[in-house]
């Protein structure tokens, strides 16, 4: 109905102001209070620069040159000068008829005209399992791919991450450690070493000779204590696979994994300083190599090349990010914690500085913060097998797939979580996740109905015209909303609205389930509140799937 609202009001405008240039979609949003109507628009003030008028006799012209249409019950004039438009009673009943013919497609569009776009995201160093940091960039990560899909982008999802560096180092002489009989709690053990009981895992794998197969890497244990390089490799891949099954129980799967260490084995690092220097951009000081952020808008330069030869860290990001340019990808999004922060300055100064012709801005980040972990009203600090931190399988574990999906979701990434483990498992209302199956369940349940008594549904025998009651106005109102919520989410990166649509849909089909009976005996009447509730599980099943989350038939 917006998508026509626009129409009309292009036609009008092009009719009453025909030397000036009209937007083919002028913009139009929904209003928030019923007394202003159903649909709003500014183009009156937009044009009163061009048409050098009061935006209201504007906005008059407009509305006296609009098309009649049977949906649109009356206009006014507010305020400055916006149009406000208060919609018939029957508007949005074509919506049923809409959702129902495109079924598992309805809210899906071309926006993205198939243009390439790369979102990375977890990129967590096989050091450990994944805590609840990583589950909260994967759920975040993987719902940001899943809506560009839906609006026509052509998505990779990449894992970016490094099997080399102190961290390894740590990480193999940690394994040496326990492969030669050495615990966390011997004076022996590395100062710096990981204590988590995971290490014992991989040390007896190691021990054992295993072959450890990854998405990315596959090594056999040589089983030899004293050859750190094969125990760095096993222990890289041995954790990389566990990674692999904590994603694949989280349903997050990725296309694309790239190495740092293969950004340095190419020399990609060694073409990026160089091509910085022959830009003109750097400069030595101190025996180190400096980069001029500053002129491209960072607080301070930064330091590139270290008096002893090493990179800093950012010299690497620059590399690969120049890597994803190359690919072809006119869009990157990275989906981060919030400790990335002061990377991103620095990555899109280097960038900048290169004059390869990449948009200043690009790549976006999403950064997200810490999630407090939350059981019995205290903090859940710690993981037996971790030893330090909560694992995403201890969630997973406790409380499910869709639930630690929905709720690492729920907030917006930049604001601080607390997950409520009792609240997850809880089978209410309280439970957000519960209730939006609870109601798919139970309109899957009312066609379960209607099956057994031998009224099942007929949808050429639906009389739309008699859904005139509130809860149903307001049920088909609120089902329409669904592809401008896609769409608009995608083009924000803010996932966090759609669970709070889906929550609104439910609220109302749950008070149309309490205020109404569905099988009446009139087969008009009963037939179009069936396809009413059909669409709004179509809907509910749609929404669900862009969170990753299950629309289960029963509960």
């Not at 696979?241 to 989280?250: I, P, S, T, Y």
């Not at 909560?390 to 690492?408: P, S």
């Not at 109102?477 to 919520?485: A, H, I, K, N, W």
């Amino acid at each position: 109905m917006k998508r026509t609202v626009q129409q009309l009001l292009a036609r009008a405008a092009a009719h009453a102001w025909p030397d000036l240039d009209i937007p083919a979609e002028p913009h139009v949003e929904r209003t928030r209070d019923a007394a202003h109507g159903d649909f709003a628009s500014n183009i009156a003030m937009t044009l009163t620069k061009a048409a050098r008028r009061n935006p209201r006799e504007i906005a008059q012209a407009i509305v006296d040159a609009l098309p009649a249409d049977d949906r649109i019950a009356r206009t006014e004039i507010a305020g400055p000068g916006f149009i406000n438009f208060f919609l018939a009673p029957g508007a949005f009943r074509a919506t049923i008829d809409d959702i129902l013919d495109n079924g598992d497609t309805y809210g899906r569009s071309d926006i993205g005209a198939g243009a390439q776009i790369v979102i990375e995201f977890v990129s967590a160093n096989p050091t450990g399992p994944l805590h609840v940091g990583h589950g909260r960039g994967a759920a975040v990560g993987d719902c940001l791919a899943r809506l560009y899909e839906a609006t026509g982008w052509a998505v990779t999802r990449e894992f970016y991450y490094n099997d080399a560096g102190a961290q390894i180092d740590n990480l193999a002489v940690s394994v040496q450690a326990r492969c030669r009989g050495v615990t966390p709690d011997d004076d022996a053990w590395p100062e710096a070493g990981y204590r988590g009981e995971y290490i014992a895992d991989v040390a007896s794998a190691y021990l054992a000779g295993e072959t450890v197969i990854a998405d990315d890497r596959e090594v056999v244990a040589a089983a030899d204590t004293e050859d750190l390089e094969a125990i760095r490799a096993f222990a890289v891949a041995y954790l990389r696979r566990e990674q692999d099954a904590d994603l694949q129980a989280f349903g997050v799967h990725f296309d694309v994994y790239s190495l740092e260490s293969a950004l340095y084995a190419r020399g990609e690092i060694e073409k990026t300083v160089q091509a910085l220097t022959d830009a003109g951009h750097t400069y030595e000081a101190d025996g180190a190599l400096w980069l001029r952020t500053t002129e491209f808008g960072d607080d301070k330069d930064r330091v590139m090349r270290k008096a002893d030869g090493g990179y800093t860290y950012f010299v690497p990001d620059v590399a690969y990010h120049i890597d994803k340019w190359q690919r072809g990808f006119a869009r990157a999004i990275n989906e981060q914690g919030a400790d990335h922060h002061g990377t991103i300055a620095r990555v899109r100064a280097g960038l900048q500085a290169l004059d390869a012709g990449i948009p200043a801005g690009w790549p976006d980040y999403i950064l997200h913060q810490m999630v407090t972990v939350m059981r019995g009203g205290e903090e859940v600090k710690l993981s037996k097998r971790a030893g330090s931190y909560v694992t995403l399988r201890d969630l997973i574990d406790q409380v499910g797939r869709d639930a630690t999906r929905f709720f690492l979701i729920a907030r917006k990434p930049d604001s601080q979580q607390t997950f409520d483990i009792d609240l997850a498992r809880s089978q209410s209302e309280d439970n957000p996740v519960y209730y939006l199956q609870y109601a798919h369940a139970r309109i899957c349940s009312v066609q379960r109905q209607a099956a057994h008594r031998g009224v099942a549904f007929v949808r050429a025998q639906a009389d739309t015209t008699t859904l005139d009651t509130e809860h149903e106005q307001r049920l088909i109102s609120v089902l329409s909303r669904y592809p401008e919520v896609v769409a608009a989410a995608a083009a924000d990166s803010a996932v966090q609205s759609v669970p709070h649509y889906l929550r609104e849909i439910a609220d109302v089909f749950h008070s149309y389930y309490n205020a109404q009976p569905f099988l009446v005996d009139d087969d008009g009447l009963r037939n179009a509140r069936l396809a009413l509730i059909q669409a709004t599980r179509q809907v509910l099943a749609n929404g669900l799937g862009l969170l990753g989350v299950h629309a289960p038939e029963q509960m």
